[in-house]
């Protein structure tokens, strides 16, 4: 069975970083894509970016490029999304999702709080 | 970016009535290699990641009810619930994924008239 687990809810203060990650298993992690979508409280999905495990090619949406940075260790078939300066505006629901958009992580809370 | 519009924000049916939810890209999803429009339909609940329902713009995932349906092609798409059950109430979006960014409708809140 393919599944997505993704870290547990975290609370932060503006400025700090952080690294979220999203465990895979039941599949060849290095032959699927792995896209991270954020959802705001109460709005809508949106497309941060993806990463290719084999080779580690990223590609960001332009509205999250230099925001935030997705990366990958092959070797525990997990995959990452970390900041290194947090915002208020950051705080979010954040899911991670295999290429044929299937498969979903169970989500992390991300709060962003002075 | 291609920009998904999708109408109305929100919907209030009776049991047992359809449901119409439209979905329009700002470009064609089509691939004419394949004759295939790159749109998913999806379902979310309240603490729930987003479920697919169709792929391919009509084509129902494996354990979707039939009452779930999708319908277009190119830029102009439709999700169809014919007869709504209480279950259904749920946030509905579209996604493109033609092109990198992949993006999203903004959403249709459907609930029980």
């Known amino acids: 069975e393919v599944q997505l687990v993704q870290s547990g809810a975290e609370v932060k203060k503006p400025g700090e970083s952080l690294k979220i990650s999203c465990k895979s298993s039941?599949?060849?992690?290095?032959?699927?894509?792995i896209g991270w979508v954020r959802q705001m409280p109460g709005k809508g999905l949106e497309w941060m970016g993806l990463?290719?495990?084999?080779?580690?090619?990223?590609r960001y949406s332009p509205s999250f490029q230099g925001q935030v940075t997705i990366s990958v260790d092959k070797s525990i078939s997990t995959a990452y999304l970390q900041w290194s300066s947090l915002r208020a505006s950051d705080s979010a629901m954040y899911y991670c999702?295999?290429?044929?958009?299937?498969?979903w992580g169970q989500g992390t809370l991300v709060t962003v709080s002075s | 970016d291609i920009v998904m519009t999708q109408s109305p924000e929100s919907l209030a049916v009776s049991l047992g009535e359809r449901a119409t939810i439209n979905c329009k890209s700002s470009?064609?999803?089509?691939?004419?290699?394949?004759?295939?429009?790159?749109l998913i339909w999806y379902q979310q609940k309240p603490g729930q990641p987003p479920k697919m329902l169709i792929n391919?713009?009509?084509t129902r995932e494996s354990g979707v009810p039939d009452r779930f349906s999708g319908s277009g092609s190119g830029t102009d798409f439709t999700l169809t619930i014919s007869s709504l059950q209480a279950e259904d109430v749920a946030l509905y979006f579209c996604?493109?994924?033609?092109?990198?960014?992949?993006?999203f409708g903004q959403g249709t809140k459907v609930e029980i008239k």
């Open positions: 999702t295999r290429q044929d958009l299937r498969a």
């Open positions: 039941g599949y060849s992690f290095t032959n699927y894509w």
């Open positions: 990463i290719y495990p084999g080779d580690s090619d990223t």
């Open positions: 470009q064609s999803v089509l691939y004419s290699s394949n004759s295939k429009s790159y």
């Open positions: 391919w713009a009509s």
């Open positions: 996604q493109q994924y033609y092109d990198i960014p992949y993006t």
